[in-house]
């Protein structure tokens, strides 16, 4: 089970940290990503981390401005979010997938229920 946390509602330029807590099981053999979905549009890739945290992706819209990690002892993932903007306003949804990243979000295992974030102008 993963669980997100850390959405809100913030100004253009502020930040955010968003959490995503895994239980039931151990994600550190899992390589981790970030989506986002905003209304009238497909979930699309943000950011991704390999299961050693060696490897990073990101989008090119976040690039720079977003960070992913993870800390496997408490099984949890973080994307910082710096200078946001109102294009940021989506549902972030963590996934869970076995081994090997992927940009596809059809090939992840497990997902969260989604934080919303919502960037003000």
């Known amino acids: 089970q993963l669980e997100e946390s850390g959405g809100g509602l913030v100004q253009a330029g502020g930040s955010l940290r968003l959490s995503c807590a895994a239980s039931?099981?151990?994600?550190?053999?899992?390589?981790m990503g970030w989506f986002r979905q905003a209304p009238g549009k497909e979930r699309e890739f943000v950011a991704l981390?390999?299961?050693?945290?060696?490897?990073?992706n990101y989008a090119d819209s976040v690039k720079d401005r977003f960070t992913i990690s993870r800390d496997n002892d408490k099984n949890t993932v973080y994307l910082q979010m710096n200078s946001l903007k109102p294009e940021d306003t989506a549902v972030y949804y963590c996934a869970a997938k076995y081994f090997r990243g992927s940009y596809n979000p059809e090939e992840y295992d497990y997902w969260g229920q989604g934080t919303q974030v919502t960037v003000s102008s």
């Open positions: 981390i390999g299961w050693r945290a060696i490897n990073t």
């Open positions: 039931g099981r151990t994600f550190s053999s899992y390589s």
